[in-house]
């Protein structure tokens, strides 16, 4: 077995933006909202947000324990009416996603 058939911890970096018209407390909110909704998927093990004040941006870093569970995370992410809410204030075009997994 070579060492890419293996689980190997993975990490999701999303940048992504809110509506113009989200005041940044609401932004704030639906961070938090979507951290508890992360933090309840099976294989999460943390996650750090940062926001770029300059561009109206913001980055998300999770870490999770298998690419698999990061890939089904994120399409339950599309798809759970908990979620709806926080997914109507993206801005959709601007989300850019990677899952990303140590080789060396």
Request: proline letters at 7%; aromatic letters at 10%; charged letters at 20%.
């Amino acid at each position: 077995m070579t060492p890419f058939a293996t689980i190997a911890p993975c990490y999701e970096i999303v940048h992504f933006a809110f509506d113009a018209t989200v005041p940044l407390p609401r932004q704030v909110e639906a961070m938090k909202a979507l951290g508890d909704w992360l933090a309840a998927q099976s294989g999460f093990q943390s996650r750090q947000s940062y926001h770029d004040p300059q561009h109206a941006r913001w980055t998300d870093l999770v870490a999770w324990i298998s690419r698999a569970d990061a890939v089904a995370a994120m399409d339950r992410s599309q798809r759970d009416p908990a979620l709806a809410g926080v997914m109507s204030l993206i801005v959709p075009e601007s989300v850019h996603a990677g899952h990303f997994e140590r080789i060396i």
